[in-house]
């Protein structure tokens, strides 16, 4: 099993909609959880990282995990064209204090 | 601001060639790291280095090669590039034992081997 998986999207969605993006992953230990962003023809940049449990808001981002089922999701509220790129999660790899196992990335439109 | 730039853009090498791909970190970051990026498989990591002249095998350094004799420099070397090379090459750096290992990408170099 992956150590982490992602939904592969792509998802499509009008300006204004409510955006959800999700991640499983294996190793109940994990304890850090991060979301990037990565627009066309750029670098992934973090837009957020949890620890833990629960939810993390960041203006319109809201990153939350739950632990029990070992699923970490990214809420946009108030989408945006802007928004439009591809998310990928990343966990911390399991026995390293410095490599992350990414998901494989959802790409998002946004449509005005 | 974190800068980490990459030596190209855009590169067209035929079958053969060796291949140079540059990063350079400005922020006195430990570690570097050197990932390819393909449609449906997401980020690979070909290699990392930890410090000056320590090199680690990521999941995919078949075909690869790295040096880094300074710290802010991580190298990807091509011995004989192949097309099925062909990818979107990203350099990332992280400071040293992180909480939560962030990493800073640079902007990529699209590699195209014919």
């Known amino acids: 099993q992956k150590e982490v998986e992602q939904d592969p999207g792509p998802l499509s969605v009008p300006e204004g909609a409510i955006v959800s993006l999700n991640c499983t992953y294996s190793?109940?230990?994990?304890?850090?959880f991060m979301w990037y962003r990565q627009y066309s023809r750029k670098g992934p940049e973090l837009l957020m990282y949890?620890?833990?449990?629960g939810n993390k808001e960041d203006g319109r981002f809201t990153a939350q995990v739950d632990k029990s089922s070992k699923y970490i999701s990214l809420f946009i509220r108030d989408s945006q064209p802007s928004d439009s790129a591809t998310y990928l999660c990343?966990?911390?790899?399991?026995?390293?204090?410095?490599?992350?196992?990414f998901g494989k990335g959802t790409l998002l439109t946004v449509n005005p | 601001d974190v800068k980490v730039t990459q030596s190209s853009r855009y590169l067209v090498k035929r079958t053969g060639e060796k291949v140079f791909l540059e990063c350079v970190q400005d922020?006195?970051?430990?570690?570097m790291f050197w990932y390819r990026q393909d449609p449906g498989l997401g980020l690979r990591l070909i290699y990392f280095?930890?410090?000056?002249?320590?090199?680690e095998k990521g999941d995919i350094p078949e075909g690869y090669s790295v040096s880094r004799e300074k710290k802010e420099r991580f190298s990807l070397i091509l011995e004989s590039a192949s097309t099925n090379q062909t990818s979107m090459y990203l350099c990332?750096?992280?400071?040293?034992?992180?909480?939560?290992?962030?990493?800073?990408f640079g902007p990529g170099t699209r590699l195209t081997v014919l």
């Open positions: 990343a966990i911390p790899s399991f026995g390293s204090n410095y490599k992350l196992t």
């Open positions: 922020m006195d970051h430990e570690n």
């Open positions: 990332a750096s992280s400071p040293g034992l992180g909480v939560y290992n962030e990493q800073f």
């Open positions: 949890t620890y833990s449990s």
């Open positions: 190793n109940s230990a994990f304890q850090y």
């Open positions: 280095s930890y410090d000056v002249k320590m090199k």
